[in-house]
């Protein structure tokens, strides 16, 4: 992508507001993760109170069953559920790339095979089928992103493909395809670059699942023990029974509106960067 | 036309046979002991001669390929294997569960329809003004909530704080209601459930019906009516919001996917007894061999309701059926 290029995307996002809202939201979570522990009163792993604290000036949003600062839990738990997103959007992402690339380029046999897999995919019940996985492979950090990753590239593939498809029929490939270019050549300098800005928006919307699917995950019991995410402190406090008192105020509200709004972040981010990306779109609306 | 069908058939039997041989693979292939993944993680405090008969039953001392037919056979015929954890039939555990779950997701799938329908052609209706501005907001929020995050925040505020409606369960224990008592007493259960799960399913039919509908309104025979001077109430609701509807009728039987992982998760927050929330206990206690019949039958009940909508699409929208042959 050249810099004019980039500079016009920069001029049609910045004069969309849910899309400057959404990128402002990333950073300011970007910010919470990489500043951790600085923000962080305490190490959320361990004990620094007796158990089931209300908030009070110590404990911001009081403790947890074990008297883990909750507050310092969220602060931390931002790098696991941001992390966790990130890397399980970027894998599908590379694979839906992948397979969309090879299938729009190819076409005939090769396309119409993995369009068919791809449709396969798309039936079966996905949250169900990584709980299967999950609870085969053991829960992990590693293994909840293989989880998510291996089942979240399909809708993408469908979409870069079409995207292949219709690079395919202009005018510069047709001219590099006649005169016997080499096809590594076509593909890294005139398809790929077309694929690359629908594939950023369509990561974006991959990431804000994939933080969703985590947190089911987690709450069922199949997330890392180790590195708490927060849909690990809403199982926790789910299986304390948090709910049935007065502290899901403080130890069920905060975990659940930081993932709707980390969600929200991406979306609105994913959501704008394809209005831009799709001039028909922008007119629309 | 029948072709169509013929083509997704085959589809649909390959997913089902994918699932099945995954199934079958993964308690053979995972790293460790696979009577564990066969019989349950209480295989530890089992007698050798108790252990021979689990290997026996599931022949695992058969070459591969003889297992596997025996397989296809048992779950052809219904057998769906033992739980040890639970002492009882699999096949017993899923019938148990099963009707819970057809009534939560069925009349979620049902209102989370009428209420996307409703607000998706007022969005589209009123398309650049507030309202629209206002409902794609909402439903956009809906859409990026945890579910059980939702189920959690309306148990806390509806049952624990306001006592309104029961905890967890689908009916009062030891109660021998009967008749309409009975009946007030399973929907005073399934109320919060179901809001939940139709408060996080809504918003896909709300985007599709505002889309499908923004599309109709631009076509030429509306400008037509609207130009013959047809009152505004018969062109929406006679002209755009009937032909907007096809649409949303492929994703009506689609959505019953995403709404049955969705109530995986709602009906454990509820603990209310469909598979869902047996997937969840099998899971808890590692009963490798109901997590995978929980999985299997998910998976049948979306592959059946896929099949069943495009059957029906053929009648609701003509042009299918001319298309194809």
Known sequence: ?285 | MGKFIAGKFVQYAIVIFLMLTLNFLLPRLMPGNPLVFLAGEDVGFMSSSEKEAILDEHGLNDPILVQYGTYIKNIATGNFGFSYQQKRPISDLLMERLPWTLLLTGLGLVISTVIGVMFGAISAWKRGTKTDANLLTVFMFLSAMPSFWVGMILVSIFSAQLGLFPVFGAESAWSNLTGIDRFIDIMKHLALPLTTLVLISVTSTFMIMRYSMLSVLGEDYIMMAKAKGVKEKVIKYKHAMRNALLPVATVFMLSLGFMLGGATVIETVFAYPGVGRLMFESVLSRDYPLIQATFLIITFSVVLANLFADLIYPILDPKVGKNNG
């Open chain 1, 1 to 285: 992508m050249d810099k004019q290029k980039l500079k016009n995307y920069w001029s049609v996002l910045s004069s969309n507001n849910l899309g400057m809202l959404g990128v402002g939201i990333l950073l300011m979570f970007l910010l919470i993760a990489l500043l951790a522990p600085l923000i962080a009163p305490y190490d959320p792993s361990v004990r620094v109170g007796g158990p089931f604290i209300k908030p009070n000036g110590d404990f911001l949003l009081g403790t947890n069953d074990v008297g883990q600062d909750i507050f310092s839990e969220l602060i931390y738990g931002t790098r696991v559920s941001l992390l966790i997103g990130i890397v399980a959007a970027l894998i599908s992402i590379v694979i839906g790339c992948l397979v969309g690339v090879i299938a729009g380029y190819y076409g005939g046999k090769i396309d119409s095979m993995l369009m068919r897999f791809v449709d396969l995919i798309l039936v079966i019940p996905f949250l169900p089928l990584m709980i299967l996985l999950a609870a085969f492979i053991g829960p992990s950090f590693w293994n909840i992103i293989l989880v998510i990753s291996l089942i979240s590239w399909a809708s993408p593939a469908r979409v870069i493909r079409s995207q292949v498809l219709s690079l395919k029929t202009k005018g510069y490939v047709e001219a590099a395809k006649s005169i016997g270019t080499n096809i590594r050549v076509i593909l890294t300098k005139h398809i790929l670059p077309g694929v690359i800005p629908i594939a950023l928006s369509q990561f974006v919307l991959a990431a804000s699942h994939s933080i969703l699917i985590e947190a089911s995950l987690s709450f069922l019991g199949l997330g890392d023990p180790f590195t708490k995410s927060w849909g690990t402190i809403l199982y926790y406090a789910q299986a304390r029974g948090a709910f049935l008192t007065d502290a899901w105020v403080w130890w069920i509200l905060p975990p659940g509106l930081l993932i709707t709004t980390l969600v929200i972040g991406f979306a609105f981010t994913g959501y704008s960067l394809e209005e831009i990306l799709n001039p028909r779109l922008r007119k629309e609306r």
